[in-house]
């Protein structure tokens, strides 16, 4: 699986837009880049994953760009139950192995 | 959403304990389990990968026999940690995938363990 790149930490103000970036420049083409969540003492809660294009849900927006080399995960109106630690994990759709995490970058929504 | 049930959340025992801690996915079929241990403010870390009906394949660095786990149908997988000493408390979470395409990995919402 490629390697993943994220700021170890990052505040947003309640109510604005959280944008968590996430460098993955040696992704493979069959590739997807998953996002999950933390909240502290729960188990990782699934936000969004996408291969190439631009998703979006309930929860949060992707943004890919063309090269895939990075993407961003836009948390659109923050709120404090938001604040968690955020990674960004790839991987290959069809891979039988467990998800690996790094680090992470743990969000602080402030009031 | 598919939903993986883990119990239970919290245990609390005397060291020499062996403690059971259950998997379940509620609304899917897991062909692969996942177990995994994380330490306080360190990420998650991969202990083992159980298919159902065949032998788990450990991480290295993880005793198959101190970490013991069944598989025994598509909607349920146990972690048995024997003879727990004070060393094993950590924060254990299962996580369950079908073989369906790019569907994604989901987590049980863990169990902590403190061994007295």
């Known amino acids: 699986d490629a390697k993943t790149t994220q700021p170890p930490s990052m505040d947003c103000a309640e109510g604005r837009a959280a944008n968590l970036p996430c460098n993955h420049s040696?992704?493979?083409?069959?590739?997807?880049v998953y996002w999950y969540r933390q909240i502290h003492s729960q188990g990782p809660q699934y936000i969004i994953h996408?291969?190439?294009n631009n998703e979006t849900n309930e929860m949060a927006s992707l943004i890919i760009t063309e090269d895939r080399k990075s993407s961003t995960l836009i948390l659109p109106h923050a709120t404090l139950r938001d604040t968690a630690v955020y990674y960004c994990?790839?991987?290959?759709?069809?891979?039988?192995?467990?998800?690996?995490f790094g680090k992470g970058t743990s969000l602080l929504v402030t009031p | 959403g598919a939903v993986v049930s883990q119990h239970p959340s919290r245990v609390i025992c005397k060291s020499g304990t062996s403690v059971k801690i259950e998997c379940r996915s509620l609304?899917?079929?897991?062909?692969?389990m996942f177990w995994y241990r994380q330490f306080p403010k360190q990420s998650l870390m991969l202990m083992a990968t159980?298919?159902?009906?065949?032998?788990?394949?450990?991480e290295q660095g993880v005793e198959k026999d101190k970490f013991l786990i069944n598989h025994a149908s598509l909607t349920l997988s146990t972690l048995t940690v024997t003879s727990a000493h004070p060393e094993d408390s950590s924060f254990y979470i299962c996580?369950?995938?079908?073989?369906?395409?790019?569907?994604?990995?989901?987590f049980g919402d863990g169990t902590r363990l403190s061994i007295l």
């Open positions: 996580s369950a995938k079908t073989e369906w395409g790019n569907q994604p990995q989901h």
């Open positions: 040696t992704i493979s083409g069959n590739e997807y």
């Open positions: 996408g291969l190439k």
């Open positions: 994990i790839v991987r290959a759709s069809n891979s039988g192995y467990a998800l690996n």
């Open positions: 609304d899917f079929q897991a062909t692969t």
């Open positions: 159980s298919n159902e009906g065949s032998k788990a394949t450990y």
